[in-house]
């Protein structure tokens, strides 16, 4: 009994292990480098995690990735453009305005400007003072002599 307890304690804790990256790293450096890309970039399925924190599968795919072109030499926007080549530019959480997403960057600018001047225009044309005639001035004005008068 004691047997099979320490077997199956020992089998259910494989999948705990296999979870974690271990990479080898030629240096600190580069590890400091391997930890800032893969905080940099967002896995493809996790909406808005980054893959350093991320357990579904394409996010340990792209760990790797980045290992793999670490290993090799590359530079992190060679490594970034490998990255936006492949999954697109979702996995960096700064997307270069490009026609498509213009209207993203300069969308909500404009729409705050309109809304001021809708604004402004309405108060403007609610509150506009119209002309009296000279008829009326004179009549107002004597009107006011005549209270004044009452008054004192």
């Known amino acids: 009994m004691r047997l099979l307890s320490l077997f199956l304690g020992l089998v259910l804790s494989f999948s705990t292990l296999a979870a974690i990256d271990t990479y080898q790293f030629a240096s600190p450096q580069q590890e400091q480098q391997y930890r800032q890309l893969t905080g940099q970039l967002r896995c493809p399925k996790c909406q808005n995690t980054n893959i350093a924190a991320s357990d579904s599968i394409i996010a340990a795919d792209m ?3 980045v290992y793999q ?3 090799e030499g590359q530079s992190n926007q060679q490594i970034i453009d490998y990255m936006v080549d492949r999954y697109g530019n979702f996995v960096t959480y700064q997307p270069p305005v490009t026609p ?3 209207i993203l960057w300069v969308g909500p600018a404009l729409f705050v400007i309109i809304g001021a ?3 402004i225009l309405r108060a403007r044309g609610r509150y506009s003072v119209e002309q ?6 004179q009549r107002l004005a ?3 002599a005549d209270n004044d008068r009452k008054e004192s």
Request: hydrophobic residues 50%; proline residues 0%; without cysteine.
């Open 69 to 71: 072109l670490l290993k």
């Open 132 to 137: 009296i005639s000279w008829h009326d001035q």
């Open 142 to 144: 004597q009107l006011l």
């Open 117 to 119: 001047l809708v604004i």
């Open 100 to 102: 498509s997403t213009l």
């Open 63 to 65: 760990r790797s990735k």
